[in-house]
């Protein structure tokens, strides 16, 4: 094999498994994120049932009680 064909070839597999790479963070992140606003959403629930205050929701979520208030 000429070194041009496995130059290229070495290139275009390094640059595969670091897509493969980006696309396993973009999936972990993203169910990261979907569990923190399920989360949120039971919080504020629990809120306006009358079954959790605003303070206990803002130290579960690592928000300010005014940020709680707005997303409510």
Do not use: C, P, T
């Amino acid at each position: 094999m000429k070194k041009f064909e496995q130059s290229f070839i070495n290139e275009y597999m390094a640059w595969n498994l670091h897509d493969d790479d980006v696309k396993k963070r973009g999936v972990a992140e993203g169910i990261k994120i979907g569990i923190q606003q399920g989360k949120a959403v039971a919080y504020f629930d629990l809120i306006k049932s009358g079954l959790l205050s605003v303070k206990d929701a803002a130290i579960k979520l690592g928000m300010s009680e005014d940020e709680v208030r707005a997303r409510l």
